[in-house]
Each structure stands twice: as structure tokens, then as C-alpha cells.
């Protein structure tokens, strides 16, 4: 299958709203290990010196942003904070929603056993990318991108229900108590490729009971779900 690395990077930097003047940077972020030793010829770097530095600006970040939105948390929450949100599943997840995987340049055999999709190389790969950010536009374009990125998980991770799975628990509650399982709908869209804003309704028995948003429709489900968790305990 012939892949259109540069219509993919292209749509990967729209979704991020950030266009690299030195692309150079982008490609290094871009390029497994895999791929470096299987094309010497052709690459002579990798990514994971990017994602070195990018994992030190992304922990920088977001202590920053928690240490300043919530100046009455302490330490150890702060610290549990972090650790939720760069940890590798939902950097991967991160990676997931922006398509990173169809940017990767990886050897052959990486790419047949499903490279693309490994949670260990998307999360890599999300955290050369913040790298590769930081050394093309500075530290406060790499902040901006970053905390637009990850402005919902903070708050779920505040309110500590980032591993809570709402859907689940809607799910079994309403085929306990209801017989029936509820419905998710997308009912808006909205915002440019980096900042798209989905505003999703939970519905059950054809009714709606609640509705949720977030930057993706995962977590506009999520949040919805939640709601609905709410309305129906009361």
C-alpha cells in the first residue's frame, strides 16, 4: 500500500494548528527507529532523542498549568495529576486523535506487526513531536499547543475521574434498572482541525437525558455520560 507521508504530515499539522518552519524537526519526530536502521541511506536519525525533549517540556507544561490553575492543591495531587496525563495510554490515545500513525516512517516489519498502532509508539512518538515543537517555535508555542491538547484531561484528572469509566457504568446501570442501553449523538461540531469542539447527548427510551462536550467525541461521551450518571441517581 503506497502511503502519502506528506498529505498525512500536512493534515497532522493542521489538526494541531502548527506549521513547522523547520520541517527537518517534524520528520525526526516522525521516524521510528526501525525505519533509521532498515534506510540508513536515507535517514541517519530517529525520534528518540525528540522524545527525550519532548518528554521534559511535556512535564513541564502541565506542571505549570496545575500549579497555577489550582493553587490549593498539594504536592502529591499535583504529582498524581502529571502522572495521569503522560502516561503512556493516553499519550497514545493523544496520538490516536491527531493520526499520528499514519505519519510514522517505520521499517517494514514494524509496520506488519501493526507498528502503527502500539501504544509504546504512539506515545513515543507524541512526546518527539512536543520535542520537536519546543526546538521550532519555543517554549511558549510548545506550551499554547500543548495545554489545547490536553485542557479537558487536566480537568478530568482534577476532579480525579480521568480512569473512571462512565460509559461502562451507564451502560450497566441502565440494563439493570431500564432494560435498555442508552445512546450517544453528536449533535454539534464546531471549531477549526486544532480546536475542534464536539457536544454530544446521551439518550435512552428515545429521550435525552443528558449532554456532554469535550475536544473529541470520546470525551464529549465521556462527559455526557457522567452527566447522566448524575440525573438518573437523583
Same mark, same amino acid.
Given at each position: 500500500?503506497?502511503?502519502?507521508?506528506?498529505?498525512?504530515?500536512?493534515?497532522?499539522?493542521?489538526?494541531?494548528?502548527?506549521?513547522?518552519?523547520?520541517?527537518?524537526?517534524?520528520?525526526?519526530?516522525?521516524?521510528?527507529?526501525?525505519?533509521?536502521?532498515?534506510?540508513?541511506?536515507?535517514?541517519?536519525?530517529?525520534?528518540?532523542?525528540?522524545?527525550?525533549?519532548?518528554?521534559?517540556?511535556?512535564?513541564?507544561?502541565?506542571?505549570?498549568?496545575?500549579?497555577?490553575?489550582?493553587?490549593?492543591?498539594?504536592?502529591?495531587?499535583?504529582?498524581?495529576?502529571?502522572?495521569?496525563?503522560?502516561?503512556?495510554?493516553?499519550?497514545?490515545?493523544?496520538?490516536?486523535?491527531?493520526?499520528?500513525?499514519?505519519?510514522?516512517?517505520?521499517?517494514?516489519?514494524?509496520?506488519? $506487526?501493526? !507498528?502503527?498502532?502500539?501504544?509504546?509508539? *504512539? @506515545?513515543?512518538?507524541?512526546? +518527539?513531536?512536543?520535542?520537536?515543537?519546543? /526546538? %521550532?517555535?519555543?517554549?511558549?508555542?510548545?506550551?499554547?499547543?500543548?495545554?489545547?491538547?490536553?485542557?479537558?484531561?487536566?480537568?478530568?484528572?482534577?476532579?480525579?475521574?480521568?480512569?473512571?469509566?462512565?460509559?461502562?457504568?451507564?451502560?450497566?446501570?441502565?440494563?439493570?434498572?431500564?432494560?435498555?442501553?442508552?445512546?450517544?449523538?453528536?449533535?454539534?461540531?464546531?471549531?477549526?482541525?486544532?480546536?475542534?469542539?464536539?457536544?454530544?447527548?446521551?439518550?435512552?427510551?428515545?429521550?435525552?437525558? $443528558?449532554? !456532554?462536550?469535550?475536544?473529541?467525541?470520546? *470525551? @464529549?461521551?465521556?462527559?455526557? +455520560?457522567?452527566?447522566?450518571?448524575?440525573? /438518573? %441517581?437523583?
Amino acid at each position: 500500500m503506497l502511503i502519502d507521508f506528506d498529505a498525512n504530515i500536512d493534515r497532522l499539522q493542521n489538526r494541531v494548528g502548527y506549521r513547522f518552519r523547520q520541517p527537518g524537526f517534524l520528520l525526526e519526530a516522525l521516524t521510528h527507529k526501525s525505519f533509521s536502521n532498515e534506510r540508513p541511506d536515507i535517514a541517519q536519525v530517529h525520534n528518540e532523542r525528540l522524545e527525550f525533549l519532548g518528554d521534559a517540556v511535556l512535564d513541564l507544561v502541565i506542571s505549570q498549568r496545575t500549579f497555577l490553575d489550582y493553587p490549593d492543591l498539594p504536592e502529591g495531587e499535583l504529582t498524581r495529576i502529571r502522572a495521569e496525563l503522560v502516561r503512556e495510554k493516553n499519550l497514545a490515545d493523544v496520538g490516536r486523535r491527531f493520526e499520528i500513525g499514519s505519519c510514522l516512517k517505520m521499517g517494514r516489519g514494524e509496520r506488519r $506487526s501493526g !507498528g502503527v498502532d502500539k501504544d509504546s509508539i *504512539l @506515545a513515543n512518538a507524541v512526546e +518527539a513531536f512536543f520535542g520537536a515543537l519546543f /526546538l %521550532d517555535g519555543g517554549y511558549d508555542q510548545a506550551q499554547s499547543v500543548i495545554e489545547s491538547v490536553f485542557r479537558d484531561e487536566i480537568v478530568l484528572a482534577v476532579r480525579n475521574e480521568f480512569d473512571v469509566d462512565h460509559k461502562t457504568r451507564l451502560q450497566e446501570f441502565c440494563q439493570r434498572i431500564h432494560r435498555q442501553t442508552p445512546d450517544y449523538v453528536l449533535v454539534d461540531e464546531t471549531g477549526p482541525d486544532h480546536q475542534r469542539h464536539y457536544t454530544v447527548e446521551v439518550h435512552l427510551k428515545g429521550k435525552k437525558i $443528558s449532554s !456532554g462536550e469535550g475536544r473529541s467525541k470520546k *470525551l @464529549a461521551e465521556k462527559d455526557a +455520560a457522567r452527566a447522566a450518571q448524575a440525573e /438518573l %441517581d437523583r
